[in-house]
């Protein structure tokens, strides 16, 4: 069976109208650069995406937004966005603020197999509204359930013809998680080489997980804060 | 004379003991990192998924897949480790992190905290800080004593909406220490040079002066 | 003619799939990957932690920190991966496995399926069985159709300590490949030369024989 | 602060009758041996054990049962000891088996901070009995609660002086969810190296799970099924 496809075009074809999608990726870093470029050239929309950010306005999931792609967004922080917060306040756009906790956990539950975990994570807060409420050992937790996705789209560093996956460094965040919580998994990668070349003992998601995998390309890897020291600095 | 932004920081690392896992919220929290006492290792914690996190790269050296929680370039200590969003969220749920310092617009005398929305204006998201309030041993807030119109933001009642509940031990502000008890805001320190009154009247929670009030050691 | 272990192996085996991610159980199972049909590519699951298992090493290249869920000293193929005991079954309980092998000591013609524990002798634990057959998508047995006693293992009811509730979809005996129904066991295939009635005589449960049952081939 | 200790024998010391052990392993593959013989030495009783194994008769847990050391035994599967059969038919031993799943996952929920999760294994048998069971999605799961070990007791193919940990091959196994389960955690290590010499990409378990380490030695590495194929085999 071949995992491997030519590029995110191909990729994400079957991404239609309405389908839920996991993004991987914290602020810009470790997004599925490509991928989401091939989204906004689909032109698919209705979209729900769950993701820990939604992108600036003109990189990332903010290059969805702009386009109206997006129905319902699912994150943690959002703070980074006038083309949201205007899409926000208008209406246009439904907004799921959960704990960052929360979102890296549901998605884990789902590729676990684990219907639902328990977080004190907004116990007493506005995110306890409406959710089951549960003391273990004198300490009040809610119920959250897993994430049901159509895709989960991420990126790692290097992937193999097997599916298999290693991020690199702080690009790790959301990424193996998403993977595996996708009915479908697709995977860029920044380097794709044969199945057999990477070491068995430090695999972060192994191919099972992952349905596509593609080599990705023009990586532009944005930062969002560049903070520097000089040499003089302590 | 009411503390500076980096004094507050240098005197939230005095609560720090050696061997301590630390996660430092963006703003003055940061700063933190910034006076660690000479003699102690302390481990930075940064929730997207590094222990081991070190100070700023050098010009030129930025890694645009190394950032911190607050999406800063940065650099790692030696011994550090990467991990996933779910393991780093797991440690802090276990209490594996000795010590969580964050920012807030609002803390109430019974230490909840609010420091993620203000209704009606945008709403940015709570990121972490409401699994790290739920679940850190020991929470230390950094802020001003007064919001930008000289209003307490040391209340009897949060007004905004909550981050967390009873969680907070302890606060540092340009003006005092003050812990956070079953009766209310203990006075621990003054700044240096501050009047108890001056702390007394921009208090609005209750607040617990307990005989003569000694000055920070800076 | 009834067939041999090996043969049951490698009727099983024709029901693999390209792209398949299958878990052996140990004994028979064990032996369907000898005969994995050519043009297909199978990843093998072992529940201790390894995806992409391969076959026994060469004399003298055992390691002992490479066994499978058997504990048998093992390799891997190109693009194995090694993970800890909770992903493994959380792949395993997220449906990731495609197809579950396992042997039994009875069968119901619900589905159901014991292969843990006879009561008052030894108790072995149940060890990953449970989890795979509550969890797997397919799950196929393969057994004997018959106890040494000569009793059947298809059974109305199992009569010692369940596995697992209704999760059995298909099992594969020395005589007969069977479907289960939810009507009971649906007589598939006849071993080469086993008559149907035979078949019949040897299952207590409830069995569909639906016309002519063709034979298999090997 | 300092985690490196001398040996198992003074890792180990503040071990007391009556807690309540995890040990890594499976089988007898990345069990922790050194700790092991220590625990022997130091003659503490009334233990209780959670392990997926309980090792054979000369090896492995197997060792601390012939002493009589163990009240209680938490494990999967314990089908290749005698001494084990024999006292638990005498009554001397009490013996919870719990699915491996389930034992994996609720070692990862305490180091996950997640006081209990769902799991479908052992609907419908006896391991259901007195277990709350819950349905989601039209399919039933039972409540499992997260452990509670006062010391978890793990192997480690590498090892630095901050605690962060590296596996090998399927030595992994239950090791790094043990290690992120204890109150107080002991690694032993193959190797043990200056912090700042293992990849920070590969470590499987971070030093803040870990606060003991030690260099083990003499490993013996038993093999319970040594199978081979001739070179003239498939």
């Known amino acids: 069976m071949n995992k491997v496809y030519a590029d995110a075009n191909t990729a994400i074809k079957d991404i239609t109208d309405n389908a839920v999608l996991m993004l991987g990726g914290f602020g810009l870093c470790g997004i599925p650069e490509n991928s989401i470029a091939a989204l906004v050239a689909a032109g698919v929309k209705n979209l729900t995406c769950i993701s820990n950010n939604a992108g600036v306005d003109d990189f990332g999931i903010g290059l969805m937004l702009k386009q109206k792609q997006v129905k319902k967004m699912i994150a943690s ?19 799921e603020l959960i704990p960052q906790g929360t979102l890296a956990t549901r998605c884990m539950a789902a590729g676990y197999g684990m219907p639902a975990i328990f977080t004190p994570a907004g116990v007493g807060t506005e995110v306890a509204n409406g959710k089951e ?12 359930y897993a994430f049901d996705a159509d895709f989960a789209i991420v990126k790692a560093w290097k992937g193999d013809t097997d599916g298999n996956l290693i991020y690199k460094d702080t690009a790790r965040n959301f990424n193996p998680l998403m993977a595996m919580a996708g009915k479908i998994t697709i995977a860029e990668v920044e380097h794709l080489v044969p199945a057999g070349e990477l070491d068995p003992n430090y695999i972060h998601t192994p191919g099972i997980y992952v349905q596509r995998i593609f080599q990705g390309s023009n990586y532009e890897k944005r930062i969002e804060q560049r903070t520097t020291k000089s040499p003089l600095s302590p | 004379m009411a503390l500076t932004k980096e004094q507050i920081a240098q ?15 963006i703003g003055i929290p940061t700063l933190v990192a910034n006076y660690i006492p000479a003699g102690i290792n302390v481990v930075l914690q940064s929730e997207n998924g590094l222990l081991g996190m070190g100070p700023f790269p050098f010009e030129g050296e930025e890694d645009p897949d190394l950032i911190n929680a607050g999406k800063q370039t940065i650099t790692t200590v030696a011994g550090s480790s990467f991990f996933d969003s779910a393991m780093s969220f797991g440690m802090i749920r276990a209490g594996k992190v000795d010590l969580t310092v964050l920012g807030a617009m609002e803390v109430s005398d019974a230490g909840d905290i609010a420091n993620w929305k203000i209704p009606g204006k945008m709403v940015k998201g709570m990121g972490g800080a409401m699994d790290l309030v739920a679940s850190a041993k020991n929470i230390i807030v950094a802020m001003m004593h007064t919001n930008p119109k000289g209003e307490s933001k040391l209340l009897p009642q949060c007004t905004l909406p909550l981050t967390g ?14 812990e956070v008890t079953e009766n209310g805001f203990k006075l621990l320190e003054r700044a240096p040079g501050v009047a108890t009154e001056e702390i007394i009247s921009k208090t609005a929670g209750k607040l617990i002066v307990d005989g003569e009030v000694p000055e920070m050691k800076l």
């Open chain 1, 133 to 144: 409420k549960r003391v273990f050992n004198g300490k009040e937790y809610l119920m959250e």
């Open chain 2, 11 to 25: 005197r939230i690392a005095q609560e720090l003991k050696d061997g301590y896992y630390v996660n430092l919220g």
């Open chain 2, 165 to 178: 509940k009873r969680c907070v031990k302890k606060i540092v502000t340009e003006l005092a220490v003050l």
């Open chain 1, 77 to 95: 922080y959002v703070g980074e966005n006038a083309e949201f917060e205007r899409q926000l306040l208008s209406g246009e756009l439904e907004v």
